[in-house]
């Protein structure tokens, strides 16, 4: 397949022209993300059916004619497994694509699981077997090589063929709207705003700490995930999660106390151990009535082992019932998320309420098939 290379504005402004007649866009990102917080695009791909364009964004300032094409809402944008694409769209423009499908979400409502790769599905529909030797090449450095340009341009030049058989099967087993609402709800979760005040809750073991203790690691997470966004760096490059939890436990006061920690890391005491003094001393500052609550272990809610066996149960009823895989209704963290939710633990209801959003499995297609049929088996089975 021939493509185009667009290095510059009016180029690419004028291939956004063509592709804003399109009914269906296949597109792709290519980006590096290995000691960055966030992903640094190296390549957007994207085919229409008749021009396969792979546009340069490290030689184009200004990518607005592409951010314009991926809201349009008139043009289906198709893409394979876009979480990733969706954090590249979201920290390079804030762009919240519109009308857009994701193949892979497609594939699961048909039987393939939820995690096939781009390569697998291009072999099941075609018997082509792709060369994914370039996926973990660096895709910031210029020039780019032939190979690549090829490996790149492969990914959606398949996806582009592929998409209307796709369709055609969907809707044959009437899951089309689903993988839509699926796809919905993926973009939803991934331009939700960070809430830097509720950090401190994704650390292993916080539930281990008191709420003085927590205090201390709900600033710590605060400060590391904001030095990290002002830095561009992985949250563990700024300080590790362990040292975290052992400077918010022990709550050293000096250098010197920081320094006989088990558990921290030397050199982020090096580096970072006056910055975390100062937090853990801003912190101190703080009501005592305003401190977190202690966090509720799910797994120690009486009875959760035989509750979460029967919300399993329900979900294969259910799966079986309308035809679908069990993974497709709920998976494990899914089902937790809704027990947690249920039973309020760690003011569940209150953090959701406050987002307006209830957990997964009481979202979109999942509410209007089990929703209220699940809320009455737990009211029923074991409400508290």
Same mark, same amino acid.
């Given at each position: 397949?021939?493509?185009?290379?667009?290095?510059?504005?009016?180029? +690419?402004?004028?291939?956004?022209?063509?592709? !804003?007649?399109?009914?269906?866009?296949?597109?792709?990102?290519?980006?590096?993300?290995?000691?960055?917080?966030?992903?640094?695009?190296?390549?957007?791909?994207?085919?229409?059916?008749?021009? +396969?364009?792979?546009?340069?964004?490290?030689?184009?300032?200004?990518? !607005?004619?592409?951010?314009?094409?991926?809201?349009?809402?008139?043009?289906? @944008?198709v893409l394979h497994a876009c979480s990733e694409d969706l954090e590249v769209f979201l920290t390079n423009a804030n762009c919240k694509p519109a009308n857009l499908i994701d193949s892979q979400i497609m594939m699961s409502f048909l039987g393939h699981g939820l995690s096939m790769g781009y390569a697998a599905m291009v072999e099941h529909f075609t018997g082509i077997e792709l060369d994914k030797s370039e996926s973990r090449t660096d895709w910031v450095k210029r020039p780019l090589?032939?190979?690549?340009?090829?490996?790149?341009?492969?990914?959606?030049?398949?996806?582009?063929?592929?998409?209307? @058989?796709?369709?055609t099967e969907i809707e044959q087993v009437g899951r089309f709207d689903y993988a839509k609402q699926e796809t919905a709800l993926l973009i939803e979760r991934k331009f939700t705003p960070i809430d830097e005040e509720q950090l401190y809750r994704q650390i292993k073991l916080a539930w281990r700490l008191n709420s003085k203790q927590l205090n201390a690691l709900q600033h710590l997470a605060k400060w590391r995930y904001q030095q990290a966004k002002k830095r561009d760096l992985p949250l563990g490059f700024v300080v590790k999660e362990h040292t975290l939890m052992a400077v918010a436990q022990h709550n050293p006061q000096n250098l010197a106390a920081m320094n006989k920690l088990d558990g921290a890391e030397i050199l982020d005491i090096r580096h970072k151990g006056k910055a975390m003094l100062a937090v853990l001393k801003q912190a101190s500052l703080d009501n005592e009535i305003d401190y977190p609550n202690k966090i509720q272990r799910l797994d120690e809610y009486p009875g959760y082992k035989q509750i979460f066996k029967s919300v399993?149960?329900?979900?294969?009823?259910?799966?079986?019932?309308?035809? +679908?895989?069990?993974?497709?209704?709920? !998976?494990?963290?899914?089902?937790?998320?809704? +027990?947690?939710?249920y039973f309020d633990l760690n003011e569940a209801k209150q953090l959701s309420g406050a987002n307006e959003t209830p957990p997964d499995i009481l979202m979109a297609w999942r509410d209007e098939l089990f929703g209220q049929a699940l809320q009455e088996f737990a009211d029923k089975g074991f409400k508290s």
């Open positions: 397949m021939q493509y185009q290379l667009i290095e510059d504005h009016l180029s +690419l402004q004028t291939l956004c022209q063509q592709y !804003s007649k399109a009914s269906v866009l296949a597109i792709d990102t290519e980006f590096v993300r290995t000691r960055t917080l966030y992903p640094r695009l190296g390549l957007l791909q994207v085919f229409d059916g008749q021009q +396969l364009a792979l546009i340069d964004p490290i030689a184009i300032d200004d990518l !607005s004619p592409f951010w314009q094409l991926l809201a349009n809402e008139n043009i289906t @944008k090589t032939q190979k690549q340009l090829n490996y790149a341009s492969a990914d959606v030049e398949h996806l582009f063929a592929i998409y209307p @058989k796709l369709v399993k149960a329900f979900m294969l009823t259910v799966s079986e019932k309308h035809n +679908l895989m069990i993974e497709n209704l709920a !998976s494990k963290k899914q089902i937790n998320q809704f +027990l947690s939710w």
